[in-house]
């Protein structure tokens, strides 16, 4: 059974800083892009950022560029996303999700696995 496990969500005060951390099991997703999206709370899920395998290549949404990185280790078969500079409007449930390409893609249609999710606060 193929799954993705995000977990590092948490309540954090404006301004401060979280880690995301996304494991992958019953299939390696090394050479697979993998990314980030978010749903806030009566809105559409959107896309925050996208990995490719060798990590080359990188994509942000505009409202996390500057502030959120995408990283992985594909030995740990493990994608991470480091969220500094924490804002209220970035509270939501953050979902990491795997295509099964190694080409890039901010579409939510261009991903087939999909994880549970993980809430992320942030307080004013």
């Known amino acids: 059974q193929v799954q993705l496990v995000e977990s590092g969500g948490g309540l954090v005060q404006a301004g401060g800083s979280l880690r995301l951390s996304c494991v992958g099991s019953g299939r390696t997703f090394n050479s697979n892009a993998m990314g980030w999206f978010r749903q806030a709370p009566g809105k559409d899920r959107e896309f925050v950022a996208v990995i490719n395998w060798s990590e080359r290549i990188k994509y942000y949404g505009d409202s996390v560029k500057g502030r959120f990185t995408i990283s992985r280790d594909n030995a740990k078969n493990t994608v991470y996303l480091q969220m500094n500079s924490l804002r209220p409007e970035d509270t939501a449930v953050y979902y990491c999700?795997?295509?099964?390409?190694?080409?890039?893609?901010?579409?939510?249609?261009?991903?087939?696995?999909w994880g549970q999710g993980t809430q992320v606060t942030v307080s004013s």
């Open positions: 999700a795997a295509r099964s390409s190694p080409v890039t893609s901010a579409l939510l249609n261009g991903y087939d696995f």
